[in-house]
C-alpha cells in the first residue's frame, strides 16, 4: 500500500456524477504509472472509504461537485471544507460524514486530505485538467 | 375547548424521502398519512433486459442493504432455473447476508435511533445528559465505536464477495468465488472480533446470558444483574425508554409477517423451524395465531399509490405504471400498499421472533403490546440471534472448503421465480418472470413498503400510520415522539418508492 492515494468517486451511469470514474479510467490508462501512488476506484462508497484513507500520509478525493463552482471550474476543498457538508447519518452517509468523524476513528496525525472536483457532465478536457491537478496534488501536496 | 390541526411532520435522521402528516386533536395523533416522496423506477428500468442483470442493478437500490437485494435476485433466478444452490454456497450467501443485517442493525439503533435521546426535547429525562455523551449525532461516543466496529465487520463481505456494497457475487447456482483458506480464517477472526465486541459492549454479557432472558420477569432481573449489563447499549435502551415512558407506545395493527430466510444447508449442525430456514416463515394475526406463509396471498395496493391500477394484485400480475395525479385527493404516496390476505403487515426483527415464538418478545407483547421499544430491542439483540450460526457456518465452510460452491445452470429462457427473503428491515420479495431470455416482469415488495405503506383499496392503514393513533406529542414543533415511532420501523424510503431535482442532487462534497 502507497502513502499517497488518489481515489476517484462517483457514478458512471449519472453523467453529472460520473467525474471521479472518468478520472480513474484516464489515470489508469497512463504509462508509466506514478511511483508510490494507488489510483483507486471508490465507487459510491460512504463510510467503507475508511480503510482506503487508513495508514496513508496524503488522500486525494477526485468527485464531482454542486453547487460550488461554475460549469467547467475546477475546485479543491481541504478536508474541513468536505466535512462541513456533513448531516445526519442516514443509508447514503458519505464522504462528508466519514470525514466529519475521521479525527475521532483515525490515529493521530491524519493524513493531508483534500478533494478535487468540477460541476457539470464532464468532457475530455475537464477529465484531463482534473485528473493532472489531482495528481500534482498527489505529489506535492497543496503548499 | 376541542383543538384539531392538521400539521406535516419535520423528521430528520429517517432514510429515504418521507413526509408524515398527522392530524392532532389536543396534541393526540387521530389519524395519519405516511408519503414516500421520491419516484424511483427500479422495476420499470429492469424490463427488456438481459435475464440476469437483476444481479447488476437491484443491489444498486441500496447502499445499506446490497448484499440483501442480490440475494433475492439470486433466489429468484435459482427458482426459474430449478436449482437449489450446494451448502458451501448456501453458507457464504448466508453469512454475508447476515453481516450486512448486523451492521443495519446497529448502524440504525445507534446512529439514527438512539440519538432522539439527546435531543432537547428529553432534557428533563434523568439519563438524558449520558444520552448526550453516548449518542449525540456525529460526536457520541458510541456512535463512533459503531462506525468503527460495524465497517470491520463489513470486510466479510469484501473478502468474501469482492466488495461492499453492491456486489454481484451470488448468480443462480451458486456464487462466482471460492474463497481460499486464508481468507476463511481472517473471516473468523473479523466475526470472533465483532461477537467480543458485541458482547462486551451492546450486550453487556455473553450470548448464551442473553438467550437465558425468556421473559420480562427475566429482563428486568438481567437489567439489575450487574453494572456492564445496565450500561451496555441495551441496558441503556431499556433504562431510557421505561424513564421517558416509552413503553407501549406506537403499538400497530398487531398482524405480523415473516418470509422465512437463510436455508439451511443439508447436513449443516446449524437448526432451525420445520421449513429448512433459520429465521421461520409465517403470518401471526392481531389475535396471536400463527399461520404458515403462502405467497399467493401477497397483493399490493394502489388506491392510495400514484400508480395506474385497481385492486390488490399479487407481484406476479402487477404492474408499476405512475399515475401523478392529487386529483381525487386519495392518493398520497409513491409507496404501493402491500396486504397479506388483505390485511396490512407488520415486518423486520420483531416480527421475525413473534412469527418464531420467540419466548421473550411473546411475553412483551403480552404484557406492552407491539410497542415501539419491542420493536427496537429486538432489532438491538437480533445479531444474538444469528452469531452462533455464522460462527457455525464459517466453521463448516472452513473444514468443508473442497465441496461445490457452484452448479451449472442452463441459460434462463423462460419462467417466474421469487426470491423472499428477511432483509435488515424485514419481508423483501423479488418476483421475476423472464420471457425469450429477456425479463418481461420484475416487481420488487420491500419490509418498508409493508410497514410504511398508505392505505390500502379499503381505506385501512398501513402499519406506521396505525402506530402514530393515539400518540401524544407535546411539541408540535418538535415531534420527537413520533420520530421514535417511525424510526422503531427502521425505514429505508429509498428502497421502497419505486431522477432526482437539482435541490436534491447528492453533494459529496
Known sequence: ????????????????????????????????????????????????????????????????????AESGATVVLSRAQ?????????????????????????????????????????????????????????????? | MTRRIIRDLPLNRVEGDLEIRVEL??????????????????????????????????????????????????????????????????????????????????RQSVLMYMPDFATPAHAAHPLHAAAVKRYAPLAGERCIDVVRETRKLLEIIAILGGQWPHSSFMVPGGVTYIPNLAELNQCRGL?????????????????????????????????????????????FFLRFSRGAGLIGQGRGHGHFLSYGSLDIPSGSAVTGGED???????????????????????????????????GGRHPFDGETVPLATGADGKKYSWSKAPRYAGLPAETGPLAERVVGGDALFGDLL?????????????????????????????????????QPFYETVPPLQQGRGFGLIEAARGALGHWVEIRDGKIARYQIVTPTAWNGS?????????????????????DIDNPVEAGHVVRSFDPCLVCTVHVVGADTTPLRC
Request: proline share 5%.
Open chain 1, 1 to 68: 500500500m502507497a502513502n499517497t492515494a488518489v481515489i476517484c468517486l462517483g457514478n458512471r451511469f449519472i453523467a453529472g456524477d460520473a467525474l471521479g470514474c472518468r478520472v480513474y479510467d484516464y489515470l489508469t490508462r497512463i504509462s508509466p504509472r506514478a511511483a508510490g501512488i494507488d489510483i483507486l476506484d471508490g465507487g459510491l462508497c460512504g463510510l467503507d472509504l475508511l480503510r482506503l484513507v487508513e495508514h496513508r500520509q496524503r488522500v486525494v478525493f477526485v468527485d464531482a461537485v454542486a453547487g460550488l
Open chain 1, 82 to 143: 468536505i466535512a462541513a457538508h456533513a448531516g445526519g447519518y442516514g443509508h447514503g452517509a458519505g464522504l462528508p460524514y466519514l470525514l466529519q468523524l475521521l479525527p475521532a476513528l483515525h490515529p493521530l496525525p491524519l493524513p493531508e486530505i483534500v478533494l478535487v472536483g468540477s460541476e457539470g457532465e464532464p468532457d475530455a478536457p475537464m477529465i484531463r485538467q482534473v485528473a493532472e491537478l489531482s495528481m500534482e496534488i498527489a505529489v506535492h501536496g497543496t503548499c
Open chain 2, 25 to 106: 386533536e389536543d396534541n393526540r395523533v387521530v389519524d395519519a398519512w405516511s408519503s414516500g416522496t421520491m419516484f424511483r423506477g427500479f422495476e420499470n428500468l429492469m424490463v427488456g433486459r438481459g435475464a440476469l442483470d437483476g444481479l447488476v442493478i437491484t443491489p444498486r437500490i441500496c447502499g445499506i442493504c446490497s448484499t440483501t437485494h442480490l440475494m433475492a435476485a439470486a433466489c429468484a433466478l435459482d427458482q426459474i432455473a430449478g436449482v437449489r444452490p450446494p451448502g458451501n454456497a448456501l453458507r457464504l450467501r448466508n453469512l454475508t447476508l447476515m453481516v450486512e443485517n448486523c451492521q443495519s442493525d446497529l
Open chain 2, 191 to 235: 466475526l470472533q472480533h465483532f461477537r467480543r465486541w458485541y458482547e462486551q459492549q451492546v450486550l453487556g454479557c455473553s450470548l448464551e446470558r442473553w438467550q437465558a432472558v425468556r421473559s420480562v420477569s427475566d429482563l428486568d432481573a438481567w437489567l439489575e444483574e450487574n453494572d456492564a449489563q445496565r450500561d451496555s447499549d441495551v441496558g
Open chain 2, 276 to 310: 429448512r430456514y433459520l429465521v421461520p416463515a409465517g403470518f401471526r394475526t392481531a389475535d396471536g395465531r400463527i399461520e404458515p406463509f403462502d405467497q399467493s396471498r401477497v397483493a399490493e395496493h394502489v388506491a392510495s399509490s400514484w400508480y395506474e391500477g385497481v
Open chain 2, 366 to 402: 403480552r404484557c406492552y403490546g407491539p410497542d415501539l421499544v419491542s420493536r427496537q430491542l429486538a432489532r438491538l439483540v437480533r445479531p444474538a440471534t444469528l452469531l452462533p450460526a455464522m460462527e457455525t457456518w464459517l466453521d463448516e465452510l472452513l473444514a468443508q472448503r473442497d
Open chain 2, 454 to 474: 398508505p392505505r390500502d383499496d379499503a381505506g385501512v392503514r398501513g402499519p406506521w400510520e396505525e402506530a402514530l393513533i393515539g400518540l401524544h406529542v407535546a
